[in-house]
């Protein structure tokens, strides 16, 4: 079983940066793995932001922060980062790092892929 903690979510005015982490523990990854962010805005469904490949380090992104997030991983370290810069009111969202282990498929976007979840880390950006 994966565990997943999320950590550096914060307020930040618009237009500012702020980095999450997630620390990985349980296992170790297989390496087909995928690593993702989520986020889930008040009233709105969970959406895919961005997922990397734990052994090769691709990535894939939603369009929506593309040139603006940044996904990155450090095995050594067991954890995955999301670097945000140039933020906007509508990143504002609970933010939940994610563990695809089983799927097979490759950076999936699709929240039932993922088995692992965190508890997720609250965002607020402000106008």
């Known amino acids: 079983q994966v565990q997943l903690v999320e950590s550096g979510g914060g307020l930040v005015q618009a237009g500012g940066s702020l980095r999450l982490s997630c620390a990985t523990s349980?296992?170790?990854?297989?390496?087909?793995?995928?690593l993702a962010w989520f986020r889930q805005a008040p009233g709105k469904e969970r959406e895919f932001v961005a997922g990397i490949k734990w052994r090769d380090g691709r990535t894939n992104y939603a369009n929506d922060v593309k040139g603006r997030f940044t996904i990155s991983k450090d095995n050594a370290k067991n954890t995955v980062d999301l670097q945000m810069n140039s933020l906007k009111t509508e990143d504002t969202a609970v933010y939940y790092c994610a563990a695809d282990v089983d799927s097979g498929v490759l950076l999936s976007v699709a929240i039932r892929a993922y088995n692992s979840w965190g508890q997720g880390t609250q965002v607020t950006v402000s106008s």
């Open positions: 349980g296992r170790t990854f297989p390496s087909w793995t995928t």
